[in-house]
T-cell receptor, first 115, second 113 residues
Framework: AQKVTQAQTEISVVEKEDVTLDCVYE???????LFWYKQPPSGELVFLIR??????QNEISGRYSWNFQKSTSSFNFTITASQVVDSAVYFC????????????FGQGTELSVKP | KAGVTQTPRYLIKTRGQQVTLSCSPI?????VSWYQQTPGQGLQFLFE???????NKGNFPGRFSGRQFSNSRSEMNVSTLELGDSALYLC????????????FGSGTRLTVV
């Protein structure tokens, strides 16, 4: 069975601190896709990144970076120099190529960045 | 480029009634998926439609149904509403397959009283 675990329910940091959101996944598939989404209070899920299982290169996009490690089945997300606008719930998700639009989400991590 | 549009934004229904939610995907996107989000269960996949056919289905009772029209717009219907159906219902669209990524709408917040 497939599963995504985000062990951190809530994280609170002070602005400009770095913060890492953990994501551990379970799947028997050799091909799969991993995602991170941000959900601000407005409710819309905002796409941040997609990774396929064959690409273990870390990625950096501005203050955001992602560390994908197949050996530990982890896909962690780091925000550098956090800002108040980063406050949101962040979801990690997994999908299988043969299951189209079915994303399996973790429970989410609520990040609060205080000024 | 317009995003994914969900209507209505908010809805209040009485137990036992039925409700229809609408989702207009991004132009050119052929896949539409629906999710239910509740504080207790989190984000759960309901079903996905691709080219007017249901391609995947989650573990929800038959009271939850959907359809997709030839213009890719999708509707989901919940019959005989229960209090537990109160949730944020999110729709996502994609060009075709999972590797293309999914764009979500702002959701419809359904309250059953």
């Amino acid at each position: 069975a497939q599963k995504v675990t985000q062990a951190q329910t809530e994280i609170s940091v002070v602005e400009k601190e770095d913060v890492t959101l953990d994501c551990v996944y379970e799947t028997r598939d050799t091909t799969y896709y991993l995602f991170w989404y941000k959900q601000p209070p407005s409710g819309e899920l905002v796409f941040l990144i997609r990774r396929n299982s064959f690409d273990e290169q870390n990625e950096i996009s501005g203050r955001y970076s992602w560390n994908f490690q197949k050996s530990t089945s982890s896909f962690n997300f780091t925000i550098t120099a956090s800002q108040v606008v980063d406050s949101a719930v962040y979801f990690c998700a997994l999908s299988r190529p043969n299951q189209g639009g079915k994303l399996i989400f973790g429970q989410g991590t609520e990040l609060s960045v205080k000024p | 480029k317009a995003g994914v549009t969900q209507t209505p934004r908010y809805l209040i229904k009485t137990r036992g009634q039925q409700v229809t939610l609408s989702c207009s995907p991004i132009s050119g996107h052929r896949s539409v998926s629906w999710y239910q989000q509740t504080p207790g269960q989190g984000l759960q996949f309901l079903f996905e439609y691709f080219s007017e056919t249901q391609r995947n289905k989650g573990n929800f009772p038959g009271r939850f149904s959907g359809r997709q029209f030839s213009n890719s717009r999708s509707e989901m219907n919940v019959s005989t509403l229960e209090l537990g159906d109160s949730a944020l219902y999110l729709c996502a669209s994609s060009p075709a397959t999972g590797k293309d990524g999914y764009t979500f709408g702002s959701g419809t917040r359904l309250t059953v009283v």
